[in-house]
């Protein structure tokens, strides 16, 4: 299999930087059916802005590419072991070219190993067929959306909908939790894979296998096939929205599995996953490797890249221009709603930084007093005259930052915070207390907001990794949602009550 290297690396190529057929008609869908000019609406005209620029210069579509996640079917006698040290070397270099982002880092240390190889990663699964080729599908699944994968244990008591049984009923009810409880965090409009029964372990297994799985197949089991039809029916009327902004649209696909389970243990599992929903596969010829067919590639029409204004609210939102460093008496003029957009500086900041600007004997390299800092890890490359240059740079979720984010804005004077998914009260307050605002850029659209960055001045923190590391940015026309203000509004809290209560519209008993 002389070829099954290179294939490999156009297939991860592929992943990272196109999305399948079935899901750009499944978001192209989603803005037929969205109200115009509301904020959701603007979000899915950034997101399909941003999959044409993605394909167009064949980078990633979002700076998470996620845990490479490989199922192979191969023919009795394959090599697996080529294959799998094959596998590793096309991820190595598909992350040297800037396809995928460093995203191994050992658990124990913290240390990236800057080539996307460690123990357990990536993920490849291996399962024997009759057949004389091989298939291979792989799975770009981001860290947000993976956080907000979530387990039942039947029976339990659900928020909003009450008892849910050991039934089919019963299983409504999580699934139904599982799209509320992710709000903007996964990166909604999503996609979930269910997988019913199993132990813990399988349940999870399963219901990621879901996810290979067409978004317009139907599936074969008649109740399931029903069920199926009725999440997507009914989780849209929840309210939650792109990016939890609010709106009609919350899911854009739900795949549902059933195994046997010990008597004991009524698992329920539900995969989460982004509108980014990055899966390709190939078939390829056993003997040489090369590529036969693609799959999750047919035609279809191409996205409309369109510009909508923002619809006014009967409170009179508006568009702002802040130039960085920005005032105190600018940041409280903001309002939930607002659309701000930032030019000057700004500086990238997650977890890692987070963690290491709380300790009393670290200060930060730069000044931050009026200053921004973005919820992001980007994908960077250096050119050969030693100069950084962003490939990839959309928002992470911010509300791991939740135990760090007001302490860390009263210690250096910071007067917004960008990222996707909202944080919670303890934020809330330190913006009220301090003077500072939330912005929720758009998930996953990594190509739109690299293409704002017009000069990376520098950076800082190189030993917590690329993706952890400070970055010190110029931006300009970075457009992004006042979602949580200085005057103690937070539109999370909002979409969060307002789904909660239209959840328990459908507590009473269906199937």
């Not at 023919?75 to 270099?93: D, F, H, L, R, S």
């Not at 290979?212 to 029916?233: G, Q, S, W």
């Not at 890692?352 to 009026?370: Q, R």
Request: net charge negative; hydrophobic share 35%; aromatic share 6%.
């Amino acid at each position: 299999m002389q070829q099954f290297k290179e294939s490999m690396l156009k297939l991860i190529i592929e992943t990272s930087t196109n999305l399948p057929s079935d899901v750009r008609k499944a978001v192209m869908k989603a803005r037929l059916e969205e109200e115009l000019g509301n904020r959701s609406s603007l979000a899915l005209d950034t997101i399909a802005e941003n999959i044409v620029m993605a394909q167009e210069e064949e980078q990633p579509i979002c700076q998470d590419t996620g845990m490479p996640t490989f199922h192979l079917h191969v023919p009795v006698g394959a090599n697996q072991i080529i294959m799998k040290q094959q596998i590793k070397e096309a991820i190595a270099e598909a992350t040297k070219l800037g396809k995928l982002r460093p995203n191994s880092v050992d658990s124990l240390t913290g240390e990236n190993s800057g080539d996307n190889l460690g123990p357990g990663t990536p993920v490849i699964h291996f399962e024997q067929w009759e057949r004389d080729d091989v298939e291979v599908q792989l799975i770009l699944k981001g860290g947000g959306c993976e956080n907000k994968n979530i387990q039942y244990s039947l029976p339990t008591e659900l928020d909003g909908l009450g008892k849910a049984g050991r039934d089919l009923d019963g299983i409504r009810k999580c699934i139904l939790h599982a799209v509320y409880q992710a709000q903007g965090q996964g990166c909604s409009a999503g996609f979930i894979g269910v997988s019913i029964g199993g132990d813990r372990t399988s349940g999870y297994t399963l219901a990621k296998d879901q996810l290979f799985r067409r978004t317009d197949d139907v599936n074969p089991n008649p109740d399931l096939a029903k069920l199926e039809d009725y999440i997507m029916e009914t989780a849209n009327h929840l309210g939650v929205g792109t990016m939890g902004f609010g709106g009609k649209v919350s899911l854009l696909g739900c795949k549902i599995g059933v195994m046997n389970r010990l008597p004991a243990s009524f698992y329920v599992s539900v995969a989460y996953n982004c509108w980014a929903f990055r899966r390709l596969g190939v078939v390829l010829d056993a003997a040489s490797g090369s590529i036969k067919e693609w799959q999750f590639k047919e035609a279809v029409d191409p996205i409309v890249v369109s510009k909508q204004e923002p619809a006014e609210d009967e409170d009179g939102t508006r568009t702002v221009v802040l130039q960085a460093p920005i005032t105190e008496a600018q940041v409280r003029d903001l309002k939930v709603g607002d659309v701000v957009i930032i030019n000057g500086e700004m500086h990238t900041g997650r977890d890692a930084f987070h963690k290491y600007m709380m300790e009393p004997e670290h200060t930060s390299p730069v000044d931050l007093n009026g200053g921004v800092i973005y919820h992001c890890g980007p994908v960077m490359m250096k050119d050969q005259k030693g100069e950084w240059h962003v490939k990839a740079a959309g928002p992470t979720t911010s509300s791991r930052e939740e135990p760090y984010q007001a302490d860390i804005i009263k210690k250096f004077g910071l007067r917004a915070v960008i990222g996707k998914g909202g944080m919670g009260p303890k934020t809330l307050k330190g913006l009220q207390e301090h003077g500072a605002v939330y912005l929720n850029a758009i998930g996953g659209a990594a190509q739109y907001y690299a293409r704002c960055v017009k000069k990376v001045k520098g950076v800082d923190l190189m030993e917590f990794g690329v993706p952890e590391a400070m970055w010190h940015l110029e931006v300009e026309g970075f457009a992004a949602i006042v979602t949580m203000d200085s005057h103690g509004n937070s539109l999370h809290a909002d979409i969060d009550n307002l789904s909660l209560n239209k959840l328990s519209d459908f507590a009473e008993k269906v199937f």
